[in-house]
């Protein structure tokens, strides 16, 4: 059974770029979501995605946009880069959406915005 | 709207000493608790979690917490620390029905010395 990954694990932009960030998810798993963990904060839920639909969303401003595929793995795209988007991005899946919390996290992507 | 408060961001314990992260929350409908670890360059891991029924909740690699409704807190404990115990701990909470989608605390770090 294999974990969930996310690529790249870390990557460098200039304020104005747009990034994707991808995540595949455990093994069984058809729901993802996302989450913002800034330096020395706890993570913050950008939005989760249950059979390629948008189920839920926290207070991003709609320039952070998502998608699953079919195989249930998914991107995080990310415009207009600003400063403050630098931080892990944290990606995790679940058997369900149904509120058991057990998420199971990859390592996350580290952006830095300059 | 709910939220997680974990008095103290920085806790150092002598190896063999007791650990006490402590976690208040707020929710307007019965919640799900969570504790996760966070060890360096890595993703979160769940250590324990209370949906309902007891309120002593055991988790992994000896932690365990108590659910007190009156107090709103979720205190993890740990009789003995080791010193593969450094590392960032979060208390999160979910709301019933709000489908995996959980409010972390800012984390607490703990430090282990010999």
């Known amino acids: 059974e294999t974990g969930v990954t996310q690529s790249p694990t870390h990557l460098i932009k200039t304020r104005g770029q747009q990034v994707t960030l991808r995540c595949s998810s455990q093994?069984?798993?058809?729901?993802v979501s996302w989450y913002q963990q800034a330096l020395g904060q706890g993570p913050q839920f950008i939005f989760q995605y249950y059979r390629e639909e948008e189920n839920g969303r926290g207070n991003f401003p709609p320039r952070f946009s998502g998608l699953q595929f079919p195989n249930y793995s998914s991107e995080l795209n990310v415009n207009a880069l600003e400063l403050d988007d630098s931080a892990l991005y944290l990606c995790a899946s679940s058997g369900q959406p149904a509120n058991t919390g057990e998420l199971f996290f990859g390592e996350g992507s580290r952006l830095t915005v300059l | 709207a709910q939220s997680v408060t974990q008095l103290g961001s920085h806790v150092s314990v002598s190896e063999g000493a007791l650990v006490l992260l402590r976690c208040n929350y707020s929710s307007s409908v019965p919640p799900y608790l969570f504790w996760y670890v966070q060890y360096p360059n890595q993703g979160l891991q769940l250590l324990l979690k209370y949906t309902t029924g007891a309120t002593l909740v055991k988790g992994i690699n000896g932690f365990e917490a108590e659910f007190k409704k009156s107090e709103t807190s979720f205190h993890l404990t740990k009789p003995s620390a080791h010193m593969s115990d450094a590392a960032e701990y979060f208390c999160?909470?979910?709301?019933?029905?709000?489908?995996?989608?959980?409010?972390f605390g800012g984390g607490t770090r703990v430090l282990v010395k010999p």
């Open positions: 093994s069984g798993h058809n729901t």
């Open positions: 999160a909470v979910s709301e019933v029905a709000a489908g995996n989608k959980l409010t």
